[in-house]
């Protein structure tokens, strides 16, 4: 029995000291950098780390088409038709055909009611925009 409650003992010290090294491993300097360190950086142009970031891919050539631009841009609101937005699909494009083209895209150029200049496209170029309003007259039933 005695020598039982001795191996108990030694097991209870041995796994004290284990938990005592895993502490101090925990607590060593490298194990803190790794735990603190930045989960990102930024590396400028013309920096060495520059080189080794990826290429961005080329852009494609040419406009974009109409369903591209509403798809990134133009869906968002005009699916819904948030704050009052003809919806796409719907006779709202029925509607706002009559109005002429001239009349559509320089509202959407230059903004109307709650919809900002360009929508949320501030780089499509004219071109795009307009045929993504055809897009949008082209869903009307």
């Given at each position: 029995m005695?020598?039982?409650?001795?191996?108990?003992?030694?097991?209870a010290?041995?796994?004290?000291?284990?938990?005592?090294?895993?502490?101090?491993?925990?607590?060593?300097?490298?194990?803190?950098?790794?735990?603190?360190?930045?989960?990102?950086s930024?590396?400028?142009?013309g920096?060495e780390?520059?080189?080794?970031?990826?290429?961005?891919?080329?852009?494609?050539?040419?406009?974009?088409?109409?369903a591209?631009v509403?798809?990134?841009?133009?869906?968002?609101?005009?699916?819904?038709?948030?704050?009052?937005?003809?919806?796409?699909?719907?006779?709202?494009w029925?509607?706002?055909a009559?109005?002429g083209?001239?009349?559509?895209?320089?509202?959407?150029?230059?903004?109307?009611?709650?919809?900002?200049?360009?929508?949320?496209?501030?780089?499509?170029?004219?071109?795009?925009?307009q045929?993504?309003?055809?897009?949008?007259?082209?869903?009307?039933?």
């Amino acid at each position: 029995m005695i020598a039982l409650k001795r191996v108990a003992m030694l097991a209870a010290g041995m796994g004290l000291m284990v938990s005592a090294v895993a502490q101090a491993d925990h607590n060593s300097s490298h194990s803190i950098a790794d735990r603190v360190k930045p989960a990102y950086s930024v590396c400028l142009e013309g920096e060495e780390c520059a080189s080794q970031v990826a290429a961005a891919p080329a852009a494609a050539s040419g406009p974009r088409s109409g369903a591209d631009v509403y798809a990134a841009s133009c869906q968002a609101c005009h699916a819904v038709g948030v704050a009052g937005a003809p919806k796409f699909g719907t006779s709202d494009w029925t509607e706002r055909a009559a109005k002429g083209m001239d009349t559509l895209l320089a509202n959407a150029i230059n903004g109307i009611n709650a919809m900002p200049p360009r929508g949320t496209c501030a780089t499509c170029s004219d071109e795009e925009i307009q045929a993504s309003i055809q897009h949008m007259l082209d869903s009307a039933p």
